[in-house]
């Protein structure tokens, strides 16, 4: 079978790249720009074909939007800022514009200035242990207890590893999450099932390199991941490309990983993000006589998900505190109530908590200190009066996971900007800049010393000037 050879001839080039000393003389040839599609082990190439038209042709019965509505092949099966403001231009009658998911359906006047910033509406319902509450803690929770946040697009590539699917994860298998995708968006019944499988087999397909389909499939084919040979030890790189990999490797890696580059590979900096709460939703400190406050941690060996901190991110942006890509358009103000179970009788924590700051001021977001000096903060580890995104609390109904969220894959990241679950950040520079100021420094684990700022009056940051340019060096050729 083609994946057969395949995988033959790239372990083949990895032991004869290793005999040779020298593993940058067998790099496989790269196809950057375009998708890279193959026959994976259990696809046969006519189904893939099939699933490929389904993708692409409105299903009978639907709104008249396929997935490639969304999914556009020509743009890494991402939807971009710039797709939607063409096809607004050319045709403001194309199924995208329709007002389910493409603007408040409530709006007076649809604006698509979210859709034009590429981000899509998604409805969710709340788990039976929460309620949505306001300010003063009443319990305002829609009658039909669903709540709506604003998410990006993701690419469709690498599906044969990258699951659970979604920012939040909530779909684990192709085939669920595509019929989900027809009722939600395409408006369309219950789908047979040969079709979807078809759409699943071509998803499994797309690939973001030769190199990401090497991976997938030896794990198809039952491979531990540590087994796997690093495939990007045979790219050709440059002297500052490879710098860029060590700074990766000392600042990325612990997260998104090696060879699939989505999971988290030291668990120490995924456990560091995940705080005990209070009833009031602040964090716990334990204070030693002579030293610093330190919050109590509480590991999650079986979660793969974390809050990095990039829906507080857009938080700030809504108040005007740093600038955002997405900081025109609004985002839902949320606060919730966790109980211990479906009966909602016995809350556990209200998050976020409400602020509680130095100065007293409602828009410092820097939080007082209690009489044993600890911060009066929530996961936020600052002053936030709602949550724009819950993330994987959404979910799974744990106040742990406050906007906690998936960890994406890096792989062919250079190709599908804009960034993060609501396209926050509008070029990879930005994301970088933005680790190296405001997340790095905050994550005890990965130890990077601190630089002193990069322009004037700005935050000390993890990396120099010099490191962020190998690094996105390196993360273009991902
Ligand atoms: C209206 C736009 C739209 C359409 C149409 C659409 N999607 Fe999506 N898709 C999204 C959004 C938005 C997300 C992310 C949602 C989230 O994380 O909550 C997503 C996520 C996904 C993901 C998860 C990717 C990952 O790595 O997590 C897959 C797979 C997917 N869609 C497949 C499909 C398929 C198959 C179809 C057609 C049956 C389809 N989509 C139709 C907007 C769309
Ligand atoms: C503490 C864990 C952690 C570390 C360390 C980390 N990331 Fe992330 N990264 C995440 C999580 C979680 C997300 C998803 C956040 C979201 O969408 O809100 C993410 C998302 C991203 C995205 C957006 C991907 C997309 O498809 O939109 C980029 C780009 C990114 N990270 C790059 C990096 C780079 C570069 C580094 C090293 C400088 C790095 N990350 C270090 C956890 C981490």
């Given at each position: ?12 080039a ?58 556009v ?25 329709n ?67 979604q ?61 796997i ?79 990095a ?23 839902p ?53 709602y ?13 742990a ?23 926050s ?44 340019q ?9």
């Amino acid at each position: 079978m083609a994946g057969h050879r395949l995988i033959a001839r790239t372990v083949g080039a990895f032991v004869l790249a290793g005999l040779a000393g020298c593993t940058d003389a067998v790099a496989p040839v790269e196809s950057t720009g375009e998708l890279a599609t193959s026959e994976a082990e259990l696809v046969s190439p006519a189904q893939a074909a099939a699933g490929k038209k389904h993708f692409q042709e409105a299903l009978p019965g639907t709104n008249g939007r396929s997935c490639a509505t969304c999914h556009v092949l020509s743009d890494n099966t991402a939807l971009t800022p710039a797709h939607v403001e063409a096809l607004w231009a050319r045709n403001p009658a194309d199924p995208l514009f329709n007002r389910i998911d493409a603007d408040d359906p409530t709006a007076a006047v649809p604006t698509y200035e979210h859709l034009k910033k590429g981000l899509v509406r998604v409805v969710l319902p709340l788990p039976a242990n929460m309620d949505v509450i306001d300010v003063q803690g009443n319990v305002i929770t829609a009658p039909d207890r669903k709540v709506s946040v604003w998410r990006a697009v993701p690419s469709i590539a690498d599906t044969g590893f990258s699951g659970p699917f979604q920012f939040d994860g909530r779909e684990t298998d192709l085939v669920t999450q595509a019929q989900s995708a027809v009722t939600s968006h395409s408006q369309g019944g219950t789908v047979p099932l040969p079709v979807l499988q078809r759409i699943a087999a071509f998803e499994r397909t797309v690939f973001s390199s030769p190199r990401a389909r090497f991976v997938s499939e030896l794990l198809e084919q039952g491979w531990p991941l540590s087994a796997i040979p690093d495939p990007d030890a045979l790219l050709l790189l440059d002297a500052s490309e490879r710098r860029g990999r060590d700074v990766y490797n000392l600042a990325c890696e612990a997260c998104h990983g090696d060879r699939t580059r989505n999971r988290v590979v030291n668990r120490a900096t995924h456990d560091a993000l995940f705080y005990a709460l209070k009833p009031d939703g602040n964090i716990q400190y334990t204070v030693t006589p002579g030293g610093r406050p330190e919050p109590v941690r509480v590991p999650r060996p079986h979660s793969e998900f974390l809050n990095a901190g990039y829906a507080f991110m857009t938080y700030l942006g809504q108040r005007g505190v740093v600038p955002l890509f997405n900081t025109s358009v609004d985002f839902p103000q949320y606060r919730f109530r966790f109980y211990t179970d479906g009966t909602r009788q016995h809350p556990v924590t209200d998050l976020p908590p409400i602020p509680v700051t130095a100065s007293g001021h409602p828009d410092d977001i820097n939080p007082a200190l209690d009489e044993n000096g600890a911060p009066i903060v929530g996961p936020a580890l600052a002053a936030q009066w709602y949550s724009t995104d819950p993330g994987r609390a959404l979910i799974s109904g744990d106040p742990a996971e406050f906007e906690a969220f998936d960890v994406p894959s890096l792989r062919g990241i250079a190709r599908s900007a804009p960034y993060f679950h609501d396209n926050s950040h509008a070029t990879l520079a930005d994301t970088v800049d933005t680790y190296s100021r405001f997340i790095l420094p905050g994550i005890p684990t990965v130890g990077l010393p601190l630089h002193p700022p990069e322009f004037p009056g700005g935050p000390p940051e993890s990396l120099t000037p010099a490191q962020k340019q190998d690094l996105l060096r390196f993360l273009q050729r991902l």
